[in-house]
């Protein structure tokens, strides 16, 4: 007999089994480094230090100071010292769909966890804004595991609005307006990770603009940004169960459809695969890095598969270069 699923547990219970998940299946897979996640050594200067033999390399020698101290001396970066990462989360109605053994909403909080626990250090910094029906909630960029864990609980007690579904347009900021907000607060250079379904506003058109992309391009242009987009799906395709009520979660609009015609079921197939095309496209555009999970997925063995893809695309250049010394 199977064990309960993370939505069966309590929300006490929920926080501690993703701390285990992170911190023992993605942090032993991983050996402790999320590469690809993290601002490198290109981040901004910060300043300089005295060189250390053995711990320093000797690429990142500052010989300016090192000419007028007659000491030697590093470049620092702003990554040596401490990492700011802040956190978009989507929470609007949308993302309180689900099929599989975790809905969206649920699998968002998994991968804020993640990303938390594993940016976790000495002197990270983690900051975060939901973007729910009613607009942006902050939460002011703090370092430690007591901070992240209320986030967390902040994410999973947040009422519902399948409780008492919507009945018109959403009155909340869009995503465009939450990246642009973002964009505002984190002022120095970081990590900026959104985590959505980015179906908000997208146009007809699959080959027209989102409104969302300038904003997420201009904040891509300031920081490593890594779009996390949640998927389930029933989003791509339609079983064929019969007469089926479909409720759009954003207005509350209802439809009623037969998903027993094939035409119908290639149709939504094809519609939905050209949305998520739409998306990916871009995201692309913008800048930004692209983390695919959906809630039918091992979302652990998703995000090796993204940082290992990562580590090989930064090791390919200096891979490169070595063989055309």
Do not use: C
């Not at 911190?23 to 901004?44: H, M, V």
């Not at 120095?188 to 007809?204: A, Q, T």
Request: glycine share 8%; no cysteine.
């Amino acid at each position: 007999m199977a064990g309960p699923t993370l939505a069966d547990l309590a929300p006490e219970r929920r926080l501690r089994r993703l701390e285990l998940t992170v911190t023992r299946r993605l942090d032993g897979l991983l050996q402790g480094q999320l590469r690809g996640l993290l601002p490198g050594p290109g981040s901004e200067i910060a300043g300089s230090r005295e060189y250390r033999p053995g711990e320093d390399e000797v690429r990142r020698m500052d010989w300016a100071v090192t000419a007028r101290t007659t000491v030697p001396h590093v470049r620092e970066v702003d990554a040596d010292r401490e990492l700011t990462t802040w956190l978009l989360v989507d929470a609007s109605p949308s993302m309180e769909y689900g099929t599989a053994e975790l809905d969206k909403r649920e699998l968002s909080v998994a991968a804020v966890a993640a990303v938390g626990f594993l940016t976790a250090g000495t002197g990270n910094r983690l900051g975060a804004q939901v973007l729910g029906r009613d607009g942006l909630r902050r939460f002011p960029a703090r370092s430690g595991r007591t901070h992240l864990l209320s986030l967390l609980r902040a994410l999973l007690h947040a009422p519902r609005a399948d409780v008492e579904p919507p009945t018109g347009p959403p009155v909340g900021p869009d995503l465009a307006a939450a990246f642009a907000a973002v964009h505002r607060t984190a002022v120095r250079r970081g990590l900026v990770v959104v985590v959505s379904d980015f179906l908000d506003g997208l146009p007809d058109d699959p080959d027209g603009p989102t409104p969302w992309e300038p904003a997420l391009r201009r904040l891509a242009a300031r920081h490593q940004v890594l779009a996390v987009e949640v998927t389930d799906p029933r989003e791509l395709e339609l079983p064929d169960v019969g007469l089926i009520t479909l409720v759009d979660p954003e207005t509350g609009r209802r439809r009623e459809v037969w998903t027993g015609d094939p035409e119908l079921r290639r149709r939504y197939a094809d519609a939905a695969a050209a949305q998520r095309a739409q998306v990916t496209r871009a995201l692309r555009r913008s800048g930004a890095g692209h983390l695919a999970l959906r809630t039918d997925r091992d979302w652990t063995a998703d995000i090796v598969r993204h940082v290992h893809a990562q580590r090989r695309l930064a090791a390919a250049p200096a891979a490169s270069r070595g063989g055309a010394a």
